[in-house]
Structure formats: structure tokens, C-alpha cells
């Protein structure tokens, strides 16, 4: 007598990673808090005092974190200490440089530094040309950005980058639920990922009460928002590739520049794109 074998068990129309149920002793969740909340303040305190001289001070400064981001990142795919010296002084002299400049002589420096690491890298190359290009063209955003609008919306642009972050963090630390991405990023959650989307929704609110700016800087603070995380995934999945947990370990807590500061490299990158796009900031809708 034959026997018909078991039909296979239709998979789920969402393959859903699932975190476990709240523990009693939340407070283990939170047992990174301490040295991220020091170093974060002490980023925020040499941030905030570059976004506030503005000029030569914050072109210094952002020209330094894309030398180093760019060193990190040329240590995670193990290019060897000579090429990732290399590419950093080249990309934080080139950042500067390119401020310094007309903006046409200025693109010509910026675009060297990929065609440096075409020139000089042989190991995951084209990771190293797409995350450099995308690195020295967020700098370069972020410092035209801070000189075309002024203090106002540079720290608008910050509020919705730390708001994300934060409101994805606890979100997600709470909450729990379906996982985002688990492959590339095994922490992150959809509760965490949509609570920073209501975050930067906040804080575009906020800004639109106090600037008189159009309603459209709501939306636009969510598409920041949106495009910070998928900075985080694109840096996650680097990591995961490298088989490394963090990309340096510069700051206590963060691990590296590269970990801390890929959210606002992804928003700065958009926002280039925005401000080149469409009149900014948003003007209100005549009545």
C-alpha cells in the first residue's frame, strides 16, 4: 500500500522575523545607552559649536569626518594603511578645497577622489568608487547647504536625522515587531523604521510653525528621514560583506565616524537633489 507524501506547507505571504516578547528586565536593552548618550554629547557640543562659527570651521570640520569616514571605510575593505591614508587626505582635501572654489572647479576635485580609488584599489573596488563618490558629494551638501540657509535649517536637517534615530532606537528597543531587513541590519525593525518616519513628520511640523515654510517641509523631513535609513542599511551591508560590527571604533558606543553619520550622509545626499530640484525652503501655499 503507497503512501502519498505530505504536501509541502504554503510559505507565508510575509517571511516576517519576529523579536521576542518584551523581557521583564528591560533595562538590558538599553545597556549601550550610557557611552552612546556621552559621546553623542560630546559630538553635538564640537558639531554645535562648527555649525555655529559656520565658514572655515565647519568646512574644516566636515572636510576631517570625510577623511575619516573614508579611511574607515578604506580599513573595512582592507585596501592596506598606505591606499587608506591615501584616500582619506585625499578626500578631506579635496571637501575643503572644493568650498574654497567656484563650484565648477570645485566637482572636477570632488570626483577624483573615486577616480583615485578606480586608480589605486583593487579589493571591492566598486564598493570603494560608489561609497567614496557618495561621501565627498554629501560633504560637499552639507557645507553648501549650511551657506545657502543658514543656521535655521542646518539645524533643521540635523533635528530630523537625530529624531529618526532616536525615535527608531527606543521604537524599536520597546515595541520590537517584524524586522526591517534582517540580513543587512538584524536589529532594526519596522516599529523602530516607521516611529522615525513620525519623528522627522515632527520635527518638519515643528519647523513649519516656526519658519512659516510651506507644508511640503513635512514631507520633506519624512523623504529625509527615509533616505537616513537607507544610508544605515547601505552601510550595514557593507559591514556584513566585511564580516566587521562596526567601522572603526573612533567613538565609544557609535563604534566609527562611518557608523554614527551614514544616516545624515544619506539624507545630505537627497537634499542635495532636493535643493537643486525644487525652490527651497518649501514656500506656503498662497490662500
Known amino acids: 500500500m503507497s503512501t502519498r507524501p505530505p504536501e509541502p506547507e504554503e510559505p507565508p505571504l510575509f517571511d516576517f522575523q519576529m523579536e521576542p516578547p518584551i523581557e521583564p528586565q528591560v533595562v538590558g536593552r538599553f545597556q549601550d545607552l550610557a557611552p552612546r548618550l556621552i559621546t553623542a554629547m560630546l559630538l553635538i557640543v564640537v558639531g554645535g559649536v562648527a555649525v555655529w562659527l559656520g565658514g572655515i570651521w565647519f568646512t574644516s570640520l566636515i572636510a576631517l569626518c570625510v577623511g575619516l569616514m573614508l579611511w574607515e571605510l578604506s580599513t573595512m575593505v582592507q585596501t592596506g594603511p ?92 520597546i515595541l520590537g515587531g517584524p524586522k526591517f531587513w534582517p540580513r543587512l541590519s538584524p536589529k532594526k525593525t519596522w516599529s523602530g523604521t516607521i516611529a522615525g518616519w513620525v519623528g522627522a513628520a515632527f520635527v518638519g511640523w515643528i519647523w513649519v510653525l516656526l519658519t512659516g515654510a510651506g507644508w ?62 525644487s525652490e527651497f525652503p518649501p514656500m506656503p501655499v498662497a490662500g
Open 216 to 277: 511640503e517641509t513635512v514631507g520633506i523631513s519624512i523623504a529625509l528621514a527615509m533616505m537616513a535609513q537607507m544610508g544605515d542599511i547601505a552601510e550595514s551591508a557593507v559591514k556584513r560583506k566585511m564580516g566587521v560590527k562596526d567601522s572603526s571604533n573612533l567613538l565609544p558606543g557609535h563604534g566609527g565616524l562611518f557608523d554614527r553619520f551614514d544616516a545624515m550622509l544619506g539624507a545630505a545626499l537627497l537634499l542635495l537633489i532636493i535643493e537643486s530640484l
Open 82 to 173: 598606505k591606499r587608506a591614508r591615501l584616500m582619506a587626505c585625499v578626500g578631506a582635501g579635496a571637501v575643503f578645497a572644493a568650498n574654497l572654489l567656484p563650484i565648477g572647479f570645485g566637482l572636477p576635485l570632488l570626483m577624483l577622489v573615486p577616480m583615485v580609488a578606480i586608480a589605486f584599489i583593487r579589493k571591492h573596488r566598486r564598493i570603494m568608487v560608489a561609497f567614496s563618490a557618495a561621501i565627498v558629494l554629501a560633504g560637499l551638501s552639507l557645507t553648501q547647504h549650511l551657506t545657502q540657509f543658514g543656521l535655521i535649517w542646518m539645524l533643521w536637517l540635523i533635528a530630523v536625522v537625530v529624531m529618526s534615530d532616536v525615535a527608531g532606537y527606543f521604537a524599536g528597543r
